[in-house]
């Protein structure tokens, strides 16, 4: 529930104002005195009625006043909103000078600020419904240019026989694409990336076909367990190395060399 003040010369006019304001019933308001009107004495310290309104906001109202908020704040204070409303969808055009800041590159702002006028918007309302913000006719202008975008992209894939990846788009502006191109004979769509850098990718059925034949032989390629290669029998080279026998020698300890003479000249002879 919000409050506001409405001050008139009587009570009678204030709660008038505050119907025509809020665009509500008089009989459907609750209200609170404030002040009575005194007319004071010869017109001195005569002073207005004023009352307290407390009223449930509708979304519409709610919206404009969370965007009129923004825009005080970005420096916009001349910009216009008109609703039109169609169940629980509610459309919001924007219009004025410097609208090309609302807007941003492909949207971007506008999608973000449609964003937060929903979420704020929710938390004054509690009935479901859905916001959509448009800028002087933007979006039927994209929907029209994203259109155009399916229809080139999906010739021009069945052309060259190969996929096509489109730029990053809002989850709005895919949807676009894919209704497009869904009427388009031999021609499909699918989504890759997440987040910010989802994109669609254009396929021609062609080339569906031969990924998934190529995945089939690649499959079965990789499953098929390769034949090895019969070994060759290497030659085998030999060579012989004659070790030549080294004379037999015999160790003999004494005490002088002429102790142990006579028995090396028995034994052997010694070649150093």
């Not at 109202?61 to 908020?69: G, I, R």
């Not at 992209?153 to 060259?160: E, L």
């Not at 080339?207 to 499953?223: C, E, L, P």
């Amino acid at each position: 529930m919000k409050e506001r003040i409405f001050t008139a010369k009587s009570v009678d006019e204030c709660l008038a104002l505050a119907a025509s304001s809020l665009g509500k019933e008089i009989a459907s308001l609750k209200y609170e005195i404030v002040e009575q009107a005194k007319k004071g004495f010869w017109g001195m310290g005569a002073s207005d009625a004023k009352i307290k309104v407390i009223y449930q906001p509708t979304p519409v109202e709610a919206a404009k006043e969370f965007l009129n908020t923004v825009f005080a704040n970005m420096g916009l204070n001349e910009i216009e909103m008109e609703a039109t409303e169609s169940g629980r969808d509610i459309r919001l055009v924007l219009s004025g000078e410097g609208i090309g800041m609302i807007i941003g590159h492909h949207g971007e702002i506008l999608d973000a600020m449609q964003y937060l006028t929903n979420l704020a918007t929710g938390k004054v309302c509690d009935d479901n419904f859905h916001i959509t913000l448009d800028a002087e006719n933007y979006r039927e202008k994209r929907e029209k240019t994203l259109q155009n975008l399916a229809r080139r992209t999906a010739n021009r894939a069945k052309k060259i026989g190969r996929n096509i990846n489109l730029e990053p788009m809002s989850a709005y502006e895919r949807r676009i694409i894919h209704a497009t191109i869904q009427d388009i004979e031999g021609v499909s769509t699918f989504s890759v990336g997440s987040d910010d850098s989802r994109r669609i990718v254009v396929s021609p059925d062609n080339q569906v076909k031969r990924q998934q034949k190529g995945d089939k032989k690649g499959n079965s390629n990789r499953s098929a367990v390769p034949a090895k290669k019969p070994e060759v029998e290497k030659p085998v080279f030999e060579k012989k190395f004659v070790i030549p026998e080294r004379p037999a020698q015999v160790i003999v300890k004494a005490k002088s060399i002429d102790d142990i003479l006579p028995d090396v000249e028995e034994t052997s002879t010694f070649n150093d």
